[in-house]
């Protein structure tokens, strides 16, 4: 996936995703270390460790890499000297996470059981810590306008939300 896409979100949706700012906040090394940042090899070791003890309630699709490398996920360059919000790691794994749904979804075809399974996962993850923690969405966008027209037919909004996925088999 690459966030950039993710980031374009276009449209009147004022579903604001935490996660997502913290997930490219880059300081520039030479500022003072504060708490709460850490280095790129931190964030990454914070991703790997996330994807290891991905929850038991929040599997992967079948088939799909479960471990992919980080920069194949993010446009960060690993020879960056800026500093992580900590928690970059973890947003980022549970943004591929996503991206593996969202794409089953909409590779679904005419295939409703496989449609209704991906939406399944999506909704389920409303209810995880993840959600609690990073996702800001006062008006439900996400589960009534993007899941819910998704569940009846209109996956335009949920396209939107996956440009930029990049799912690896």
Not at 66 to 92: A, K, M
Not at 133 to 140: A, K, S, T
């Amino acid at each position: 996936m690459k966030p950039a896409g993710l980031f374009g979100r276009v449209g009147g949706f004022g579903v604001v995703l935490c996660l997502l700012m913290t997930s490219l906040a880059g300081c520039d090394a030479d500022a003072v270390t504060q708490e709460g940042f850490m280095s790129y090899d931190e964030m990454r070791a914070e991703y790997d460790r996330t994807l290891e003890n991905f929850p038991d309630d929040l599997p992967f699709p079948e088939g799909v890499n479960t471990h992919p490398p980080l920069e194949s996920q993010t446009v960060t360059d690993p020879e960056t000297t800026d500093l992580f919000q900590t928690g970059s790691g973890e947003s980022q794994a549970y943004i591929y996470w996503e991206c593996t749904w969202m794409v089953q979804a909409l590779e679904a075809g005419d295939d409703r059981a496989r449609l209704d399974e991906a939406l399944d996962m999506l909704e389920s993850a409303l209810h995880s810590r993840f959600h609690r923690l990073y996702y800001e969405d006062p008006g439900r966008v996400w589960e009534l306008e993007v899941l819910g027209g998704a569940r009846t037919g209109d996956l335009s909004s949920l396209k939107d939300f996956a440009v930029g996925c990049d799912v690896e088999s």
